[in-house]
């Protein structure tokens, strides 16, 4: 696992483009299973979890090339529908193959991913909500079995109990293929499924409501060639906002969406950030010293996101006051309040709870990634510390950010990345 060594004491200046989003990219290169023809997409950022699923692609059949930020499938020659262990593990994301597959094979076959850092990673929403379209599932522990009967699914009104983005973007691949319309109520209304929905349009497919809780997934015709630009990455961008604030500084970001990141505007404005938003710019200016803001709640979209916590919270540790965070989304996503008292930040958490009180100086440490955003706070941590930090096990946070070690650089940060 590479090393990140970081340096602080530099403001941040200038500007950075936003990458395409992570989270949009993985459920569409699986998308690209479900109707057996060509997906051409662009603004692909070069990430682990990208080469995983290019791997996964690759052993069910299909034949993808890359070039640049662009990514080519072609689906015609898949000829698997198993996902072995190894390759389910270098990617957590990896079950939202399971809709894609069953709508193209009527039948998939993967090792169940278990936990993770975050805590257990339970599938059960993604199961019943495959079920109530017919789907007969046998989970053998290690191993899940989802089958069509008659090798096809049918539509249904599916209502998940929680809006989870990975069980919606399931049933929206899963109903493709179905016979009749899927009505999903609850569902998820994050950005990257309204990406997801824009694509499979694209592809052929009548669907419509994402981005409501409510998405109608009807016939699909497919396309032999479609093409599609990933939308934004709000996370990316949210990142290097935090970094921002933590260092302090004046930096412009380019070709985002500012609407995908108002709750997080919303918090650094609070803390005394000055924030202006153009069609597809960012520009943050920090104060001489930040003050916590309001509590930062996670919540789904168009809530808090979770995957910013970790960040927002980095970027308070030197603020005035105390910030509250309440993390309602993962039940263990504080591994970072860890790390970052190692830094001599003041961080207690009782449970979902977790109370910042803002020092004045932080002091470069050894630190431990545990997972990838929390890593990456521990990288915008250490842009505000005095002397080195360096951060081990920065292989997670190369899951998610295609060369953020590059672009805080850019930006004028002291950060190498060491193999
Ligand atoms: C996606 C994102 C991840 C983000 C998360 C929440 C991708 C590739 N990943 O993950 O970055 O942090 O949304 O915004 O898009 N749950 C169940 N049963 C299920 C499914 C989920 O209990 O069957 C729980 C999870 O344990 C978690 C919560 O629901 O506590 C949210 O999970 P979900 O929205 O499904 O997240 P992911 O799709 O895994």
């Known amino acids: ?32 299973l479900v109707g057996g023809g060509v997906f051409r997409l662009r603004n692909c950022p070069r990430l682990k979890d990208v080469d995983a699923s290019i791997e996964i692609l690759r052993h069910l059949g299909c034949a993808v090339e890359r070039e640049e930020d662009a990514i080519t499938v072609n689906s015609a020659g898949m000829r698997d529908n198993h ?36 805590g257990s990673r339970p599938i059960d929403l993604h199961l019943k909500a495959l079920e109530t379209m017919g789907a007969e ?21 599916v ?10 973007e399931n049933v929206m691949l899963a109903a493709c293929a179905a016979e009749g319309e899927t009505v999903l109520t609850n569902a998820a209304r994050e950005p990257e499924i309204v990406d997801l929905q824009r694509c499979l349009i694209s592809a052929g497919a009548e669907i419509s409501g994402a981005g409501t809780p ?19 990455d709000r996370i990316e961008a949210a990142t290097l906002l935090c970094a921002a604030a933590s260092a302090g500084g004046d930096i412009e970001l380019r070709d985002l969406a500012p609407a995908h990141i108002d709750t997080v505007c919303a918090c650094l404005r609070d803390m005394g950030c000055r924030i202006v938003c153009g069609a597809d710019t960012v520009r943050l200016r920090t104060p001489k010293r930040l003050r916590a ?22 970027a308070c540790l030197r603020a005035e006051g105390t910030a509250v965070f309440v993390e309602n989304i993962f039940e263990s996503r504080y591994r ?6 190692r830094l001599g930040a003041d961080i207690r958490v009782e449970g979902r709870v977790a109370m910042v009180t803002g020092v004045h100086r932080l002091t470069g440490a050894p630190l431990t990634a545990w997972d990838l955003r929390g890593g990456a706070a521990l990288v915008a941590a250490g842009l505000a510390a005095e002397g080195e930090t360096q951060v081990f096990d920065a292989g997670h ?11 805080l650089r850019s930006l004028g940060a002291d950060v190498v990345r060491e193999e």
């Open 336 to 341: 970072h309040a860890d790390e970052l008292r």
């Open 137 to 157: 599932v046998r989970d053998a522990g290690a191993e899940v079995v989802c089958r069509a009967p008659g090798g096809r699914l049918r539509g249904a009104h």
């Open 83 to 118: 996902i072995p262990h190894a390759l389910m593990l270098k990617m957590r994301s990896s079950v939202m193959y399971m809709g894609a597959i069953l709508a193209r094979t009527g039948e998939v076959r993967l090792s169940t991913p278990g936990g993770c850092e975050l």
């Open 1 to 32: 696992m590479p090393v990140w060594k970081v340096r602080g004491g530099n403001e941040l200046s200038g500007s950075a483009r936003v990458q395409g989003a992570k989270n949009a990219v993985l459920p569409i290169l699986a998308a690209s």
């Open 293 to 314: 803001g309001r509590p930062v709640i996670t919540k789904p979209y168009p809530g808090f996101p979770t995957d910013a916590q970790a960040l927002l919270m980095a």
């Open 397 to 407: 946070i190369e899951r998610g950010y295609d060369d953020l070690a590059g672009k």
């Open 214 to 232: 409510e998405i109608h997934i009807g016939a699909f015709r497919p396309r032999p060639e479609t093409e599609h630009r990933i939308v934004p």
């Open 159 to 168: 209502n998940l109990d929680f809006p989870s983005v990975g069980a919606t």
